[in-house]
């Protein structure tokens, strides 16, 4: 399949979102450290901004398309819900004043998420 991104991207004219988002607050995503398992919980402190599955409510999965005749779309969610069904799948997001700050509170949740 032909890339139609790569000469823009190549000659140096890309466009980042971290380019475009000057003053923007940054969310990073806690992820399963495990390929199956159960998720009892997500605890943060009232003070720590952090998405769950809960909070989304009737927010519906991602479904991609991509343009080739063999590709099936699966939907996806969002947020894993009670379970958890591969390395990586996001859990929760957190979201901080600058990178640094997202990424530690990430990895203090990390190491919160019980019961997978």
Known sequence: MPRYED?????GRG???ADLAKGARILRFLRSPV????ILAVNAPPEVPIITA???????????HLDRPD???VAQPILAHERVTYVGEP??????????????????????????
Do not use: F, H, N
């Open 91 to 116: 859990i929760a997001a957190v979201i901080g004043d600058t990178a640094a700050e997202a990424e530690d509170l990430a990895v203090i949740r990390r190491a919160q998420v019980l019961g997978i």
């Open 15 to 17: 466009r980042y979102t």
């Open 35 to 38: 390929a199956r398992g159960r």
């Open 71 to 73: 590709y099936v779309p």
């Open 7 to 11: 000469p823009v991207l190549l000659r």
């Open 54 to 64: 809960a909070l989304l409510g009737d927010v519906k999965p991602i479904c991609p």
